[in-house]
């Protein structure tokens, strides 16, 4: 149950109403502004040269930005980074910018929101924004987004669970490989094998054989529905059924049933239950972009039965997706 909140203000409301700050954000995040003021102070004109973009219009977005503690006017037509525009350098951890850059899929989620009457009206959008719809340069940006949300989390979850139960772990849906290497590498006596479509399995081909463990890692190329899975010890599914509504999230569940070798377990990696801040954020976030909803535990449970399966155990790191275990 959601915990009642006190009532807010007229001004917190139609702060929440403000399309300025976090388009005026978008935009200096795409024009990499906070790495163009990475060395030092800058004249507005040189950062509008290097941005290719109009000084003026530029100017007016970076004076509204220092009012708000983003920037700091260093002078006339001059700025410099504040701290809060350190979370917008291209190598900072949270990879804000690069969730915000209109030129990757971070674009292409905002525009997805500009329908959300018709999502509402109609129930979802005209046409899903998952990655098999991306255009090559979307899918990549993707793959680099996930890839460092699982980059600050994939040890936790590998120290959560004991990997050295399995000989065998599929990492289904596993894009760029992190998750995968990061458990190999923690459990030698095990192999992998990766799930996932072309662009990202290329990746993770390449991630494999730097940590050389191509030799214990297999590749398995394609589309989730269309694949015959392999026989193993383990199944993750980390991020991915709540990309995917119920019949489908059924199906992916059942498929690695059939796989999964006597005594194994299927490890469904999401998000908590509804009390955990972002949860409705997210629900909204599928909703927009046709991918599917978050989920109870009880919901999760529920898809697991109806492919066979019944949880076992929970595993929770500190910080990402809890681990719910299934089996047979």
Not at 9 to 22: C, K, R, S
């Amino acid at each position: 149950m959601t915990e009642p909140t006190e009532p807010m203000g007229v001004l917190e409301f139609w702060a929440m109403t403000d399309l300025v700050t976090p388009m005026a954000l978008r935009t200096v995040a795409t024009l990499r502004i906070a790495d163009r003021l990475a060395a030092g102070p800058a004249d507005l004109k040189d950062l509008a040269t290097a941005a290719g973009c109009d000084a003026d219009a530029l100017g007016r977005v970076l004076r509204y930005l220092a009012a708000r503690g983003v920037f700091v006017v260093a002078g006339p037509d001059r700025f410099e980074l504040g701290q809060t525009a350190r979370w917008l350098l291209d190598d900072d951890p949270s990879a804000a910018r690069r969730w915000l850059d209109q030129t990757g899929y971070g674009g292409t989620m905002d525009r997805a929101h500009l329908d959300l009457l018709g999502i509402v009206r109609r129930g979802g959008p005209v046409q899903a924004a998952n990655k098999t719809s991306l255009d090559p340069v979307a899918a990549a940006s993707y793959d680099r987004l996930m890839e460092a949300n699982t980059t600050n989390e994939a040890e936790l979850l590998v120290r959560a669970i004991d990997w050295s139960r399995f000989g065998h772990i599929v990492d289904v849906g596993g894009g760029t490989g992190v998750q995968l290497e990061r458990i190999l590498a923690a459990t030698p006596t095990a192999r992998g094998t990766l799930v996932d479509l072309p662009g990202s399995v290329e990746k993770a081909e390449q991630r494999f054989a730097e940590a050389g463990l191509d030799d214990r890692c297999g590749l398995l190329v394609g589309n989730l529905f269309e694949l015959e899975l392999p026989e193993a010890d383990a199944f993750l599914l980390r991020m991915l059924l709540h990309s995917f509504e119920d019949d489908q999230a059924t199906d992916a569940l059942t498929r690695c049933r059939r796989a999964l070798r006597p005594g194994g377990s299927v490890f469904v990696a999401e998000a908590a239950d509804t009390h955990q801040p972002g949860f409705t954020t997210m629900d909204v976030l599928m909703l927009v972009l046709g991918h599917g909803r978050e989920r109870t535990l009880a919901q999760y449970d529920e898809l697991a039965a109806a492919a066979g399966l019944s949880r076992v155990a929970i595993h929770t790191p500190p910080v990402g997706p809890r681990a719910i275990e299934y089996s047979a």
